[in-house]
């Protein structure tokens, strides 16, 4: 459900693992050039696309007798979207989220949504992450992933059916970990692509990096999470590809805002959602009201939508009062 360049990919794998996939595009002409071409231009360029991969721009024909229903559209839509997808979802289907974000507002993780909106089970809910660019997994890069569900043998149908020579997927059951793991990168990562944007050296790159990922991980705990997860392909792999990345939209958009762009300048330059403009918000809030201290994240925010200029936001990190690590 979606197709844009990871929904599109992941359907790639999902096919090339031996599996029948339907997609549901929001555009015709795009499920059109799917069905006719076996390409998504606007997103994967000329790659083609396994003839086991059929696309609708029918949310309900897409979803008739699906097995494993993934969703894959940016984060903030998750609600809308699934509120009218809800009553077509077959009976204990799989509900597969790409989606690395925390809903404004509620400050809820995607699972929670999906339980909420969906009517389900949290056992039915399987997230899909780690350090997962979607064009270097289209092209058959070879990449692992992380498939977590507080159900295991569930998490194991969704590895069994994503298995592919270039495509490893493991399994792990703290979903409120890798969910926070996926969230709160994509907050790092820009504070990294500003960094850059800057012209600041490796010392500082690396700085954000393990700064980022203790402060991902001090929230994680407070929740519940297992702080083991951080170190993983959900937590450290994840930041590592989407801080350190050209491909990754985070990364670009904080280069651009680094270089003096506005919102929209960068915005327009990234042309996909970059899932961490709007997170920032909502992770701010989820740790202000978990008592948890983010001053990355928070600095973040305060660049993307309080006019703060990216120098202004490092003299105040600099300028905390020090501690042990």
Known sequence: MGAGSWGTTFAKVVADAGNTVTMWARRADVAASINDAHTNPEYLGDIRL??????????????????????????????????????????????????????????????????EVGKVELDRVVIVTGPNLAPEIAQEQPTASVVACVDEQRARVVQNATTTGYFRPYTNTDVIGCELGGAVKNVIALAYGMATGLGLGDNTKATLITRGLAETARLGVRLGADPMTFSGLAGLGDLVATCTSPLSRNHTFGVQVGRGKTLAEAQAITKQTAEGVKSCLSIRDLAGRNGVEMPIAEQVERVCHEGLSVSEAIVSLMARQTKPE
């Not at 609600?79 to 507002?105: Q, Y």
Request: aromatic share 2%; hydrophobic share 45%; proline share 6%.
């Open 50 to 115: 396994p003839d086991a991969i059929r696309a609708t721009a029918d949310d309900v024909a897409a979803l008739a007798e699906a097995d494993m229903v993934v969703l894959a559209v940016p984060s903030q839509t998750l609600r809308d979207n699934l509120t009218a997808w809800a009553p077509h979802l077959p009976d204990n289907s799989t509900l597969v989220s790409l989606m690395k974000g925390i809903e404004l507002g509620t400050t809820k993780r995607m699972s929670e949504v999906i339980c």
